[in-house]
């Protein structure tokens, strides 16, 4: 069965503090790693799809990077508006997705 | 990307009665779900909603409870069936497939539901 599993369950960090969220994984025949965003009361918003070990990508703050048992997240500089639940999801050969518990970020000015 | 609309965004409903949501994505999608977030959860999957025939449901799901219809490659609606407090929930719609560019699954904004 396929397990997708985030750690720390919730982080709290100052506005500036560099931190990472980790996603490690089990998942038969990997097809794409996916990070998302959840503001409350809003549906999860596409961040980045990683398809490979050793694959990073980018965008603004925040980088993620995948092996072949685990993606982190890495939040540089983190400011107040990077405040939300980040969502990590692993699609298998089959194509079903499998999301972890997601980890709660409180940036504090 | 895609632009995935939900509606309603939020109802209150009596229990007993039910529900249809639904999702209207602005391209063709080879795959739409139909998830269901308690609060402070990760997300759970209901069904795979599949155009042309029926649903393809997970374990402790049943379509007489969560009848789902895909009448073509743009849209789904998900019913919440004689409902109960404990379907207080946010259920959501997504959507995948190659028009989006990669196997990135994309999201509408959420039913809010509760049942009173």
């Known amino acids: 069965e396929d397990q997708v599993t985030q750690s720390p369950e919730a982080l709290r960090l100052q506005e500036g503090e560099s931190s990472s969220l980790n996603c490690s994984y089990t998942?038969?025949?990997?097809?794409?790693l996916f990070w998302y965003r959840q503001d409350p009361g809003k549906g999860p918003e596409f961040l980045f799809t990683?398809?490979?070990a050793g694959e990073e990508k980018e965008k603004e703050r925040l980088k993620a990077t995948l092996t072949k048992k685990e993606s982190f997240l890495h939040i540089t500089a983190p400011k107040p508006e990077d405040s939300a639940t980040y969502l990590c999801?692993?699609?298998?050969?089959?194509?079903?997705?499998?999301f972890g518990g997601g980890t709660r970020l409180m940036v504090k000015p | 990307s895609a632009v995935i609309s939900q509606k309603p965004s939020r109802d209150i409903c009596q229990r007993g009665t039910s529900l249809t949501i639904q999702c209207q994505v602005d391209?063709?999608?080879?795959?739409m779900f139909w998830y269901r977030q308690q609060p402070g959860q990760s997300l759970t999957l209901i069904a795979t909603?599949?155009?042309?025939?029926?649903?393809?449901?997970e374990s402790g799901f049943v379509i007489d409870k969560f009848p789902i219809s895909r009448p073509n490659l743009t849209f789904s609606t998900l019913t919440v069936s004689n409902m109960s407090p404990e379907d207080s929930s946010i259920y959501l719609c997504?959507?995948?497939?190659?028009?989006?560019?990669?196997?990135?699954?994309?999201f509408g904004q959420g039913t809010r539901l509760t049942v009173v």
């Open positions: 391209s063709q999608v080879t795959m």
């Open positions: 998942v038969s025949g990997l097809r794409g």
């Open positions: 990683l398809y490979s």
């Open positions: 999801a692993a699609t298998n050969a089959g194509n079903m997705l499998t």
């Open positions: 909603a599949n155009q042309g025939s029926e649903a393809t449901y």
């Open positions: 997504s959507a995948s497939g190659p028009s989006f560019g990669g196997a990135e699954a994309f």
